[in-house]
């Protein structure tokens, strides 16, 4: 019929493959999960999401990871202006994550940490302003962009505001515990990282087709 539609075998060997990406990152994050409830089990309720628990080592290697994908991307010449404001950004995470082990050196290093990396990357997006806005529209038109905002929603928008203490004593009245309150937070922390690493997967991804393609 003159009206169907039919795709061709590349198509759909690549929506094949998309879909056991999709499978493998939905064990990802599954395995996440389960992992942090093996690693909770032999722990006390006070012991639980200290700085050596699963979550926070796992949120350190994810962010690890992000920021050598994004090394690779920019390698590779796509977005290099945008891709060095996300390093910028996830590398000042990377920092504040770190906060405990930094602040034993002294008192809000990490804030200084954050501060050099952060003031540079204010100063690069004023003046390459234009071009980072031309490669933001590109970006936003990829599935990459829509995980990566997720990620970023989760850990600096929805963790912080489930994570008040003020709503938890409203939740758990008299029964308040702190650190189920803390399990709760750095749980979602943990997704928002994880969604910000496939995010930037799927981008490596997709540069790595667009130089194979040119």
């Not at 019929?1 to 039919?6: E, K, L, N, R, T």
């Not at 493998?24 to 064990?27: G, P, Q, V």
């Not at 639980?48 to 979550?55: D, H, K, L, V």
């Given at each position: 019929?003159?009206?169907?539609?039919?795709s061709t075998p590349a198509e759909r060997r690549q929506a094949l493959n998309s879909i056991y990406r999709y499978v493998?990152?939905?064990?990802f994050i599954a395995l996440i999960c389960?992992?942090?409830?093996?690693?909770?089990?032999?722990?006390?309720?006070?012991?639980?999401?200290?700085?050596?628990?699963?979550?926070?080592?796992?949120q350190t290697f994810m962010l690890l990871a992000s920021l050598i994908f994004l090394w690779k991307i920019r390698a590779m010449g796509v977005y290099r202006h945008g891709v060095v404001l996300m390093f910028a950004f996830l590398l000042a995470s990377l920092i504040r994550e770190q906060d405990f082990m930094l602040n034993r050196v002294f008192d809000d290093?990490?804030?200084w940490l954050v501060a050099l990396v952060l003031v540079p990357a204010?100063?690069?997006?004023?003046?390459y302003r234009l071009r980072v806005l031309d490669e933001c529209c590109r970006y936003m038109q990829q599935m990459s962009?829509?995980?990566?905002?997720?990620?970023?929603?989760?850990?600096y928008v929805f963790s912080r505001l489930m994570g008040r203490g003020v709503?938890?004593?409203?939740?758990?009245?008299?029964q308040y515990i702190y650190e189920i309150k803390s399990t709760v937070e750095e749980g979602i922390e943990t997704l928002g990282y994880a969604l910000m690493l496939l995010a930037i997967v799927e981008l490596w991804l997709w540069a790595r087709r667009q130089i194979q393609a040119a």
């Open positions: 019929m003159s009206g169907s539609i039919s493998a990152y939905l064990f389960q992992c942090m409830y093996w690693d909770a089990l032999p722990r006390d309720l006070e012991n639980q999401f200290t700085e050596s628990s699963f979550a926070e080592i796992s290093l990490w804030q204010v100063v690069f997006l004023v003046r962009f829509g995980l990566f905002l997720s990620g970023f929603i989760t850990v709503f938890w004593e409203a939740v758990l009245k008299m």
